[in-house]
């Protein structure tokens, strides 16, 4: 399947540089949708989803905007849109007037949630005519850090609708054997977020007034039987590039997984910085960057759920070890300059700045570290390594105050 998008290239008379800008941003862009599947699946994914006959799109959540990174012949059939069309775009876009506001809570919740749901939906094709689907939301994680990758988005046509006013969706969902096996729990992942019912509509048109079409139990077991295959199809490429993934959780060392929000927060951060849980036996590490990573020369798998002494080595001084722990005992942030060891052995001195990073209700959820090699502080760089250090704390609680997201209860 080509994977391109039709983003809207808007070029400044006279400014030849404008429109190179542009088709730079536009290539980055496709760039970043088309390997949103490639790297983690190699590039024959595609042909195995395009045999795969049902109705479904993948989205990513990791990309700004949550687009749909493939579209299914048989979605495309349906929707009446070309693949040109749909990639790269937002799943609102096949959202219309009749489209129940309550229904796109749930989804919204559930996306939030990192969880599975189902819903009937009323959608709308191209020509603008409206179609009930059955829609079946299912998350995929990374098998070894636990985050989640992508969104399945199966989508039923919902043949005869019997209408009922808008209340709890039922269970009773049948499960059909899967190709292959895989670890996904589909009755454990398959739930409604609870406390729907108190949300009210803004514009006063009412939650409780709204219909919808509920699918048949032959129609629910079409949806599981297409996830099934779907991830049956997933989790074959991702073992053939190493990067497994699978449609349940798994919590490595028993340290639950940022959420994607917060991940996706965190990464726009480009220094050197590491996260650590203290309310954690022994204060895992449980997140580490992109620049932490290039500076170690570890992998983030070989980084997630260890202490940070791993990086002290022979000549690491023992006093200011023990400062840090102090520090951390009171609960407060200490800059000191220590003598740390990379992957490979070769050793830098690590100007370390250690602060506690506080929730939205003011309880310390996070420590960070942020780390700058003292030989390349000044580098490049306007600002002072303390000046740096301090904005990268600032950015960590903006991104944690901000979303209060806490996967464990210890973080909320």
């Known amino acids: 399947m080509g994977v391109t998008t039709d983003k809207v290239v808007t070029v ?32 024959w994914v595609f042909d195995a989803l395009d045999d795969i006959a049902d109705n479904f799109l993948i989205t990513d959540p990791t990309i700004s905007g949550h687009p749909i990174v493939f579209a299914s012949r048989g979605f495309l059939k349906m929707s009446g849109y070309s693949a040109e069309e749909v990639v790269g775009k937002n799943s609102r876009i096949f959202q219309g007037p009749g489209t129940s506001r309550r229904a796109v809570l749930e989804i919204r919740e559930a996306i939030r949630e990192e969880t599975g749901v189902e819903v009937s939906l009323l959608n709308y094709r191209k020509d603008g005519t409206p179609i009930w689907i059955l829609f079946r939301l299912c998350p995929i994680f990374s098998k070894d850090d636990g985050r989640v990758t992508h969104f399945i988005g199966v989508q039923v046509p919902i043949g005869r609708c019997s209408r009922r006013s808008s209340g709890c969706f039922g269970d009773g969902i049948l499960l059909r054997s899967c190709r292959r096996e895989v670890c996904l729990d589909l009755s454990g992942e398959v739930g409604r977020p609870s406390g729907l019912e108190s949300f009210v509509d803004s514009d006063n048109r009412g939650l409780e007034a709204e219909e919808i079409c509920e699918a048949s139990e032959l129609e629910k077991q079409k949806a599981t039987a297409a996830v099934c295959d779907i991830l049956s199809a997933l989790t074959h490429y991702s073992e053939l590039t190493g990067k497994v993934v699978c449609g349940k959780r798994l919590h490595s060392l028993g340290i639950a997984p940022l959420s994607s929000a917060l991940n996706i927060s965190l990464g726009r951060i480009k220094q050197s910085f590491v996260l650590t849980d203290p309310h954690l036996p022994d204060m895992p590490i449980v997140y580490a960057s992109d620049a932490f990573l290039n500076l170690t020369g570890y992998s983030r798998l070989e980084v997630f759920g260890r202490n940070c002494r791993f990086m002290c080595g022979p000549d690491t001084n023992v006093e200011t070890s023990s400062e840090m722990r102090e520090c951390i005992q009171h609960q407060k942030p200490c800059t000191v300059r220590i003598l740390n060891y990379r992957k490979d052995g070769s050793s830098f001195w690590n100007l370390l700045h250690i602060s506690p990073v506080r929730n939205a209700s003011g309880k310390i959820a996070f420590y960070v570290g942020v780390q700058i090699e003292e030989s390349s502080k000044d580098e490049g760089q306007c600002l002072s390594p303390e000046m740096r250090q301090l904005g990268t704390v600032g950015a960590v609680r903006v991104a944690v105050r901000s979303l209060s997201v806490g996967v464990g209860s210890s973080r909320s």
């Open 12 to 43: 400044l008379k006279g400014s030849q540089g404008t429109e190179v800008i542009m088709e730079q941003v536009i290539r980055s862009w496709d760039t970043q949708i088309t390997r949103s599947l490639t790297d983690r699946y190699s590039n």
